[in-house]
């Protein structure tokens, strides 16, 4: 258990860290329309029933794209929130702070290299890895069991409501991100 006093804030990635790629990639294309059909890949791979590379060549037979083409557009979509990044870094002596993202590893875990993200936080936990979603309350109480911790000392930050209510209905308090138009 944690000896301290401090509160983990646990993030979100995509929303949050960084912007959102999905969603802007389906409008780009004007595929709202085949979001349902589209979304089942994404979170396949964020259970980690399919790797990335065969998220995106199945995204890729919707769009109409080659796979390399839409992994390279994806990655020109992604915007790190430095604001986020810079809290981080200036709130280190006040706060633990994990990562908690649905995500495929083989998709996030490059970025945060790339980016050298990964050392902003204790813990890094990615959906893919765990096989658990949020808002499944067992991904909170991995996290929570892994960071040592209680429930209550965990506030949750993520873009998504359904998934700051999954925090919530075990103890975690929640903030609801929006990130800010420049």
Request: charged share 25%.
């Amino acid at each position: 258990m944690v000896m301290d006093n401090k509160k983990f804030l646990i993030f979100d990635f995509f929303g949050v860290i960084s912007s959102e790629v999905f969603n802007i990639w389906l409008d780009r294309h004007g595929l709202n329309s085949r979001y349902n059909e589209a979304i089942q890949f994404t979170r396949r791979a964020d259970r980690g029933e399919i790797s990335y590379r065969e998220e995106i060549s199945a995204l890729a037979k919707i769009s109409g794209q080659d796979p390399e083409v839409l992994h390279a557009e994806w990655m020109s979509i992604l915007k790190i929130n430095q604001h986020i990044v810079d809290f981080i870094q200036s709130n280190r002596n006040k706060y633990h702070f994990a990562l908690l993202s649905n995500s495929s590893a083989d998709f996030v875990r490059p970025i945060l290299n790339k980016y050298q993200l990964e050392g902003l936080f204790e813990h890094v936990f990615i959906s893919s890895e765990l096989r658990l979603v949020k808002p499944n309350q067992d991904i909170f109480w991995t996290a929570v069991q892994s960071l040592q911790t209680t429930p209550e000392n965990c506030i949750m930050i993520d873009d998504k409501a359904e998934n700051i209510e999954g925090a919530k209905s075990i103890g975690m308090g929640g903030i609801v991100y929006s990130i800010p138009k420049e």
